[in-house]
């Protein structure tokens, strides 16, 4: 059976090998009664070159991967129009598509893009929206993300998180040497990013709240010692600062939601307990005394309290306290391992690693009523956390990553090459 330590431990196990580029499948069932939607191949300008990114495709994907639509294949679209007025709503109608999506690309040959489309209520013949974008050669693909998310939001009124990206973690073993990567990627796991290149171990990877930094642990060196450290890194320039490096264990960090502070586990007193430290003057403040293991913190979303793992029980729990410190409330009794906490956007829910027996799966809390759900199919999951439109929770199985809606229903496979294996992911914020 799994203790908290094994927790603790798991920021200086190494862990095997691991892959960059991520391909996303489908392995569960669509949600059922997803909207039919049909998403026409865009038309191009005449006389311009082929643009290396397949606007139509993107956006059918990224559509078809939520699990709320059934996307048409392209060899049964009854015709391909480009403008509204070669639609033919009639054969649109006889195939029993209820919404069209059509569009055209401009430009290319010596600049940048224009790239417009229109969503149609087919029955009523009339358009829902429709938007123009520029782009150039490298933001084209952002361009397509961003209308799956104009579509995702006028069909069912929530934001889409096809222009979020999520971080992750690979670790890739050569004979006895062992090297980490921190990567960024589009939320379907196409452009990915190096960060940073490590022979050392990097852990627990989380975004600031404007998306534009991460911290993460790894290990600060120096020429007699090798300790735990907790760092940030700029997204756009890579720069990275050093915030905690203190004796004994410096893990998990948590930011804040005004990114102000990191909620952290440390052990320089000789208890792991946690801490908030505050960015700009570097003060501690602690905020559990108790004999037992306190690590793992989160903020809920209002920045009034956190919920953090604890073996004050006997057993590791999850537990709740005000952001300024006090009384801790357990909130989880089912199964002898309750660990990771992670709240939903509106805080209502919160994403953990559920253990029973030699089980370890991805379950959701709702906090009013205490229920507890179980997600996950797999047995060794680990790092779940939440979209931030809070319809989806990515996690690690193990060996690679999977994704699962919080009804259970929609389950996804973020496929890597089988040499390697890929760990710790967290998805990122909206972008203000």
Not at 40 to 48: A, I, N, Q, R
Not at 188 to 205: F, I, Y
Not at 384 to 401: D, H, K, Q, V
């Amino acid at each position: 059976m799994r203790t908290l330590w094994l927790c603790l431990l798991s920021y200086i196990v190494l862990f095997s090998h691991v892959h960059a580029i991520l391909t996303i499948d489908i392995i569960g069932g669509k949600e059922e009664g997803g909207q039919p939607i049909a998403i026409v191949p865009f038309g191009l300008e005449t006389g311009m070159p082929s643009p290396y990114q397949n606007i139509a495709k993107i956006v059918s994907n990224d559509l078809h991967r939520s699990g709320r639509f059934a996307t048409m294949p392209v060899h049964l679209l009854p015709e391909q129009p480009s403008y509204s007025d070669q639609i033919r709503f009639r054969r649109w109608q006889a195939a029993g598509m209820p919404h069209l999506v059509i569009g055209r690309i401009a430009g290319g040959l010596t600049g940048g893009y224009t790239v417009e489309f229109e969503l149609f209520d087919v029955s009523r013949r009339k358009p829902i929206i429709g938007y123009r974008y520029t782009a150039d050669a490298k933001t084209l693909r952002q361009v397509a993300h961003q209308i799956s998310d104009d579509i995702y939001k006028a069909l069912t009124g929530k934001r889409g998180v096809f222009s979020t990206r999520i971080v992750y973690v690979t670790v890739l073993r050569r004979g006895l040497r062992t090297q980490y990567h921190l990567y960024i990627a589009d939320a379907d796991g196409a452009n990915p990013r190096l960060m940073l290149r490590s022979k050392e171990p990097v852990l627990s990877p989380c975004w600031s709240p404007d998306g534009q930094r991460i911290a993460y642990v790894t290990y600060s060196k120096t020429k007699r010692t090798k300790n735990m450290a907790v760092y940030i890194q700029e997204i756009r320039t890579g720069r990275r600062t050093r915030v905690s490096a203190r004796r004994g264990l410096n893990a998990a960090p948590a930011w804040s939601p005004d990114g102000k502070h990191l909620a952290l586990t440390l052990s320089k007193d000789g208890n792991p307990e946690i801490y908030l430290l505050n960015l700009r003057t570097g003060a501690l403040t602690r905020l559990t005394h108790h004999q037992a293991i306190d690590t793992e913190p989160e903020w809920s979303p209002n920045g009034n309290s956190l919920v953090f793992t604890s073996d004050r029980s006997g057993k590791p729990q999850i537990y709740r306290m005000s952001a300024n410190g006090g009384k801790a409330q357990r909130l989880t009794f089912k199964g002898d391992y309750n660990a990771r906490p992670r709240f939903s956007p509106d805080g209502r829910k919160l994403a953990l690693l559920h253990g029973s027996g030699n089980k370890y799966q991805i379950a959701v809390l709702t906090l009013s009523s205490g229920k507890l759900d179980i997600l996950s199919k797999t047995t060794l999951d680990e790092s779940p956390s939440f979209a931030p439109n809070g319809s989806m929770i990515i996690y690690a199985t193990g060996t690679e990553l999977a994704a699962v809606s919080i009804d259970g229903r929609v389950r996804q496979r973020l496929a890597v090459d089988m040499s390697e294996e890929v760990r710790e992911p967290a998805w990122s914020p909206f972008y203000r």
